[in-house]
């Protein structure tokens, strides 16, 4: 079964509020998501549209994930790395919006320089009362002869909750469903990907 790390209450009610807040203002800057080598969108794959740059959050968003990745490298039974970049991007999943299964990991002429992504982590905020349904993470565990085909784990999702796996594991985005189609109601995360310092 796969193996997460649930943080609630990550960055606080009032971090939170006002991330939503820049969110909205910030709707048309948002672009569609790209994949990988593709270095354009796909949205047989990837349906969601994302903003690069977390403008003043930057900071408070980094910090807090620096303070938690000991705890969660612990937890997550990996072995003990040098951190080095973290990448934030924050996503909309607006209604009929999903992604398709895979890694984070990247492999081939997708390998960047900065380093291999360790753990991935996906930090919730969203209207409320809630006015989308689905959008749930579902990690997959790797298939192996003794599990060929292994339990998948649907997992929850709450404001201003963090949830952390390893990078390698294979996960994807359910469909999301958003009567309204209204930007405001979507379901809005925060990508975070802590890489580990470059082999020299």
């Not at 193996?3 to 609630?8: D, K, V």
């Not at 969660?72 to 999943?93: P, Y």
């Not at 997959?140 to 060929?148: D, E, F, M, S, V």
Request: glycine content about 6%; aromatic content about 8%; hydrophobic content about 35%.
């Amino acid at each position: 079964m796969p193996h997460a790390i649930c943080l609630s209450n990550f960055l606080g009610a009032e971090v939170c509020s006002k991330l939503l807040k820049f969110a909205n203002a910030s709707e048309g800057e948002f672009r569609p998501t790209d994949i990988g080598s593709l270095a354009k969108p796909n949205p047989n794959i990837r349906r969601s549209v994302c903003l690069d740059s977390i403008g003043r959050f930057v900071g408070v968003v980094d910090t807090r994930v620096q303070q938690v990745i000991p705890s969660l490298t612990n937890d997550l039974r990996l072995s003990k790395f040098e951190t080095g970049l973290i990448d934030l991007q924050m996503v909309s999943h607006g209604d009929g919006r999903s992604y398709t299964q895979r890694i984070d990991t990247f492999t081939g002429k997708d390998h960047p320089d900065k380093g291999d992504r360790v753990i991935s982590c996906v930090y919730y905020f969203f209207r409320e009362p809630k006015a989308f349904t689905g959008g749930e993470l579902r990690l997959h565990p790797l298939r192996t002869k003794a599990a060929p085909a292994p339990i998948t784990v649907d997992m929850p999702i709450a404001n201003d909750m963090l949830i952390a796996f390893s990078s390698w594991l294979p996960h994807e985005v359910l469909r999301v469903s958003s009567p309204t189609g209204e930007f405001p109601n979507a379901r809005f995360s925060i990508n975070c990907w802590v890489h580990q310092t470059p082999r020299k």
